[in-house]
Structures are given as structure tokens and as C-alpha cells.
């Protein structure tokens, strides 16, 4: 995936691929640099958010689909009416979630 975006290229050292970042990964990691750094905080502090234990697979799977949508959507620039239409989206899952019995 970041190959196919251009974030990042694969070198082959005899046996070993080794991926190493291009100057198109090096602008987007320090676009989101904070957020990078707040996800690095969390996992350096063992924190492994994911679902709660107990959640049926079904709806583990349709968070995974969720947050792929999302991270695939926000590798690509975006506009404000974008940001906008993404926000609404999750608003509207997000109620409508809450109205499940």
C-alpha cells in the first residue's frame, strides 16, 4: 500500500527486502506528523486499542472495514467539502449505530 502510493520503495538486498521512505512519504509523514507521534505515544505505552474482548466478529470486522475506508480515503489529499461529506458519513453511523436495539 505505500508502494502504490509512492510513500515508500522496496530495495532487494540479496534475500532481504528493505523498504526505505521517499520524499512523497517523508511530506506525508510530516503532514500528520502529531497524529504519528500521538499513535507512537500509545503504542510505546502498550496501549493496543482495538475492539473491546467479547465484541462478536461480525462488527470487528465492519470497524477493521471502517478504519481501511478511512486510512485509504485520508492517503489521498482532501478538501474541506470532503472533510465535510467524511464527517457527516461518520455522524450518520454513528447514530444510526446508537439506534440498533
Known amino acids: 500500500a505505500l508502494e502504490d502510493m509512492g510513500h515508500a520503495m522496496a530495495e532487494t538486498d540479496g534475500a532481504r527486502r528493505r523498504y526505505r521512505i521517499t520524499p512523497e512519504g517523508e511530506a506525508q509523514l510530516a503532514a500528520r506528523r502529531s497524529g504519528v507521534d500521538l499513535l507512537l ?9 482495538g475492539p473491546p474482548p467479547g465484541t462478536p466478529e461480525a462488527v470487528s470486522r465492519g470497524m477493521e472495514r471502517i478504519k481501511l475506508a478511512l486510512r485509504e480515503r485520508l492517503a489521498r489529499a482532501l478538501d474541506p467539502a470532503g472533510e465535510a461529506a467524511i464527517e457527516a458519513v461518520l455522524d ?3 447514530a444510526a449505530i446508537g439506534r440498533v436495539p
Open 92 to 94: 450518520e453511523a454513528a
Open 41 to 49: 505515544a500509545r503504542l510505546a505505552a502498550g496501549d493496543r486499542r
